[in-house]
């Protein structure tokens, strides 16, 4: 496992979440009993009033994997009435991820349509959600990311005047159109939310230098560390193609919007050379299901006998395909977050990034969509022992597995104050996941 470098302080610019401890595991819940695993000696004892409802809303697969410790460790909070909102942004991927985390929403919106733009999303999103928040009358909201759904969701939480707290805030890359619409999703979501949970102090320091108070910041890691050591810490799910074990494998992975067209076809062109240089290497490819992706990606590399491509795959398998990898190639975010810590090399297949700290370690390389600096990197990674190794160091700057954690601890502390109900001293400790 790599070497985390979170430390869990945020300086004096924001307020330090004390890395106390859950009395529980996450690992336990994911080892198949479909419940949480207390440590000995831990009272589980719940008022009967809560103290308020948490709404908690997902719309994707990364949204998903992100936020589901977050749900899992509210849900063991006493007093608190955990609710899930799933708008189904991406219907079948997230509903993958809820299952693996044996998460069931509590409200499900099914909003996917084929091939759906932008515009008729939001406005199904503003429509429905408006609905959903004066019906639910959460205390609090949360939301990861920078989709369509946590942008909507924060406009809808300010019209309703209900405190949303943006999980993964802070990442930036300074242009509006790169990626697109990401880029504005998260900052008009920093410009509307009541708490910003940053997993960097690089992103902090974003939000600082935009205006943000101080006081509203809170530096706690990434929450994808903590699903992603819990679910390593298992046994190795199975790949959804046969691949010998002692062959090398290649993970790829593209789905980005702003790489549709040209762009996309070039990183295509890429694996297909790659492919046809390296034909005892294996090149897994979990095809993303948008038609502007999946035709053109069997069109080009379909008939290559070393290139698998396949559905996209469950949380679990995933993971096992990254620990198995020489390397990555990828547009992900959340790769560029979870390769690192698990020592793997990516190759960004973008030409910026709002996750600079891992270029800075020199674990991710950014290539770009771009057939020739795709195919000069990988085969660097693939020809050269000392390249690969600079890049193999296992270094993750994301965090220490403790972020949900420190979110819950910030929620319950609110609404403590907010009933004033009993000692603080009532409010279950909060830490590892792990």
């Given amino acids: ?14 307020r330090q979440v004390p890395p106390t401890r859950l009395p529980f595991s996450l690992t336990g819940l994911l080892s198949g009993v479909g419940q949480w695993t ?6 589980r004892s719940r008022p009967e009033t809560p103290r308020g409802k948490v709404l908690c809303v997902v719309g994707t697969r990364p949204e998903a994997i992100k936020m589901a410790p977050v749900i899992l460790a509210l849900r063991q909070q006493p007093g608190i009435d955990c609710r899930v909102l799933a708008t189904a942004q991406h219907r079948q991927m997230l509903d993958q991820v809820l299952d ?23 406005s199904r999103l503003m429509s429905t959600l408006d609905g959903v928040l004066a019906e639910e009358a959460p205390d609090v909201v949360l939301a990861q990311g920078d989709t369509t759904t946590v942008m909507t969701v924060a406009l809808a939480c300010f019209y309703r005047r209900i405190p949303f707290g943006h999980v993964e ?11 697109f619409p990401e880029e504005a999703n998260r900052v008009i979501a920093s410009r509307l939310a009541r708490w910003h949970f940053a997993p960097t102090a690089g992103s902090r320091d974003n939000l600082l230098k935009e205006g943000v108070p101080a006081d509203d910041v809170y ?43 040209e762009p996309f076809r070039q990183i295509c062109r890429a694996v297909e050379k790659l492919a046809r240089a390296y034909p005892g290497t294996a090149f897994l490819y979990p095809v993303h299901p948008n038609p502007n992706v999946r035709d053109v990606a069997h069109r080009m590399l379909g008939d290559l006998r070393n290139v ?19 390397f990555i190639i990828s547009d992900s975010g959340g790769v560029q977050e979870e390769a690192p810590a698990l020592g793997k090399p990516v190759l960004v297949l ?8 891992a270029v800075e370690e020199g674990v991710v390389k950014l290539v770009g969509p771009h057939c020739d600096a795709i195919v000069e990197q990988a085969r660097r990674l693939m020809d050269d022992p000392a390249a690969y190794r600079s890049m193999a160091r296992g270094v993750s ?38």
Avoid: W
């Fill in 1 to 14: 496992m790599a070497q985390l470098l979170f430390e869990g302080s945020v300086g004096p610019a924001a």
């Fill in 38 to 43: 207390f440590r000995p000696g831990v009272e």
């Fill in 100 to 122: 693996f985390f044996h998460i069931t929403p509590d409200i499900d919106l099914d909003l996917m349509r084929p091939n759906q733009n932008l515009a008729e999303l939001t």
């Fill in 169 to 179: 805030a802070g990442l930036r890359t300074g242009d509006m159109d790169n990626p």
């Fill in 219 to 261: 530096v706690t890691g990434n929450t994808v560390i903590d699903a992603l050591l819990a679910t390593a810490a298992r046994p190795d799910a199975r790949l959804p193609v046969a691949i010998a074990e002692d062959r090398p494998l290649v993970l790829v992975t593209a789905h980005r919007r702003e790489n549709f067209g």
């Fill in 308 to 326: 698998f491509l396949c559905p996209p795959m469950d949380y679990a398998p995933f993971v096992a395909a990254m620990k198995r990898a020489h």
């Fill in 350 to 357: 973008r030409d910026e990034t709002e996750r600079p700290e």
């Fill in 397 to 434: 700057p994301y965090g220490d597995g403790k972020a949900s954690a420190r979110i819950v601890e910030v929620i319950a502390q609110h609404l403590h104050a907010k009933r004033g109900v009993g000692a603080t001293d009532r409010i279950a400790p909060a830490g590892a996941l792990c």
